[in-house]
């Protein structure tokens, strides 16, 4: 038996669910024809992908590839978005509890939302302006941008992010962005499963923002730590992901300090500059790398980053195999903690999702709602 097999057969990865429900999990799974790859721990409440099955579709817990291993097409196929993430999530190299089966399946569908949604949002870079469709948000210092009264949050969403919804693309970050999306994806499930948590949202959005790392503490689960990092290639669609740019001087420049993005599954991750050109593992860690080789001073005295520059220096790595590999081999590494520059990589150690939203077990807790 190989280091590997002897790894993936003593991992202890796997979603917990009260015993009672994992019927339930079982016959979804088996809905969606994934059954032969699932293992039951009913003395536990638990299920996880078979030893086998995680060597042969997720080896080292490596999740990017498993839509190929199964010729599955997410984008075609609504089924087999669900299928990626179950399995995905099946994958798991923690445990991952939930205290139902109902709230189980609501964090897939919201994965299924940021993905789909994900897909769609197209912005125009600008590091130091922000706006948002008129006559649907309100800006003022103190609130940020709030959603106008008797406007739609989900439409609000829509219009600021995606261009077929508003026929332009607008100013903000990526991070704000990943915000933007997250809380449609919340919006979308809360509307049709949670009402009151609907109109709950809705009203936080007319009165205040919630930003930041406000955002995180309210509307997110974080995965993994500094402590535990999760595995490098390990990605359920759906997770918002840091990538890290670990060179100091290129990350003084507004906007560089890293990337945040979605998986999108299928090993593809979210490209909010050029949506139809999403980034593989290796294509954005490429790009990180070569912010360094593009670094100028502007006539403010700002550091600033030529990304027709990153651009040639890009394809050109991405064109000699030996050149790649020597790039990855030093951004493929688990970056290093904060403020830091030791070596590291672009890798983050944990990722993020939405919290609960069933009613009678959800733990987002509105500030101004």
């Not at 003593?10 to 979804?28: D, I, K, W, Y």
């Not at 979210?270 to 860690?285: A, E, G, M, V």
């Not at 050149?323 to 993020?352: F, H, N, W």
Request: charged share 20%.
């Amino acid at each position: 038996m190989s280091a590997l097999l002897e790894q993936v057969t003593t991992e202890v990865g796997r979603l917990l669910l009260p015993p009672q429900e994992l019927a339930a999990g079982v016959e979804t799974l088996r809905t969606l024809g994934l059954e032969p790859y699932l293992r039951q721990m009913p003395e536990q409440g638990g299920l996880a992908l078979l030893p086998q099955a995680l060597q042969q579709l997720a080896p080292g817990h490596d999740t990017t590839g498993l839509s190929d291993r199964l010729g599955l097409d997410t984008q075609a196929s609504e089924v087999d978005l669900q299928r990626e993430i179950w399995l995905a999530l099946l994958a798991t190299p923690l445990q991952q509890g939930f205290p139902s089966f109902a709230e189980l399946a609501a964090a897939v569908r919201m994965r299924a939302n940021i993905v789909r949604a994900a897909r769609k949002t197209a912005l125009a870079f600008h590091t130091r302006e922000a706006e948002r469709p008129a006559g649907l948000w309100t800006y003022a210092r103190e609130t940020g941008f709030t959603v106008q009264p008797g406007c739609s949050l989900i439409d609000a969403l829509e219009r600021a992010t995606q261009p077929e919804r508003s026929g332009r693309r607008y100013d903000f970050s990526c991070y704000r962005a990943t915000e933007y999306v997250i809380l449609l994806a919340i919006a979308q499930e809360a509307c049709v499963h949670h009402p009151a948590l609907f109109e709950r949202l809705q009203l936080q959005s007319e009165r205040r923002a919630v930003m930041s790392g406000r955002f995180h503490e309210v509307f997110l689960r974080e995965l993994g730590s500094n402590e535990a990092p999760l595995p490098p290639a390990y990605y359920v669609p759906g997770d918002r992901v840091w990538f890290r740019n670990p060179d100091p001087a290129s990350s003084d420049a507004s906007g560089y300090e890293g990337s945040w993005v979605f998986y999108l599954g299928q090993g593809l991750f979210s490209n909010f500059w050029q949506r139809d050109r999403p980034f593989t593992l290796t294509s954005k860690c490429v790009e990180i790398h070569h912010w360094r080789d593009a670094v100028f001073i502007d006539a403010e005295g700002e550091p600033r980053i030529d990304e027709a520059q990153v651009a040639q220096q890009v394809q050109r790595t991405l064109g000699d195999a030996a050149a790649t590999a020597v790039v990855l081999a030093q951004m493929l590494r688990l970056r290093d903690p904060a403020g830091q520059y030791l070596g590291g990589g672009c890798i983050d150690r944990t990722r993020e999702g939405p919290r609960w939203v069933c009613a009678g077990s959800s733990d987002i807790r509105l500030p101004d709602a």
